[in-house]
């Protein structure tokens, strides 16, 4: 089955991440197809590269990242909401080019588009699950 | 439908609001925090009258890491995340109450 996630909250300060990451792990496992992860509000945090937890911590951008890298399909799509990740000053390369600003914190594995990704995800997939506030 | 509820009733009323909308058919899965509604003590009838008709499911890593696995009531049935995965593909339509 064709599954989305909507994460809504960021990492380390709420649930959310890591249940939506519990859950995708164990629905991959079991062979369905994480197709879309959108990232929205404080939800976009979990893009940043320079996320630096303790060692002996998980690190949740990471895992996401790897979640992606780790599938030659580039699934599950790893999308963080513009509007949501801009305010927060969270950029890519081109964002901050845009902006004439120096640095981007968005982790390769991730991209940046808009809400479009989500409706998109909603059709597309069997299933939407949203973790959260 | 499956309902996912994530919050306390001590925190929020999200967890009476699911439980006053809900249909004849849905069932619930109480999720981080929402697994404190799982135990014996803090359980509302309306949750119990759902329980004993085997629709209330608690993530079991959650109710663990609280610490009432001992509390949690009899019918209200404990799944992993594989069973959190296999209640979203069974019941269609995945609604969260936050």
Known sequence: ?133 | MLHTVNKSSFERNSLQSCLNTIDDTSVILLIEDGVISAANNANSSMLSDLATQGRVYALQGDVDARGISSKVADNIKLVDYAGFVDLVVEHGTAVSWV
Not at chain 1, 49 to 71: C, G, H, S, Y
Not at chain 1, 77 to 92: F, H, K
Not at chain 1, 103 to 124: D, K, T, Y
């Open chain 1, 1 to 133: 089955m064709k599954i989305s996630i909507q994460i809504n909250e960021g990492p380390y300060q709420h649930q959310a991440s890591d249940t939506a990451y519990l859950f995708a792990k164990a629905a991959i496992d079991a062979g369905h197809e994480i197709f879309r992860v959108f990232f929205y509000h404080d939800g976009v945090n979990n893009a940043s590269r320079f996320t630096m937890p303790p060692q002996d911590d998980r690190n949740v951008v990471n895992q996401w990242a790897e979640l992606n890298i780790k599938n030659a399909s580039g699934e599950p799509e790893l999308v963080v909401c513009i509007a949501a990740a801009l305010r927060r000053g969270m950029l890519d390369e081109s964002e901050a080019n845009k902006n004439g600003v120096e640095g981007n914190n968005i982790h390769p594995a991730f991209r940046i588009s808009g809400l479009g990704q989500l409706i998109e995800a909603g059709i597309q997939s069997d299933r939407l699950v949203v973790f959260g506030d």
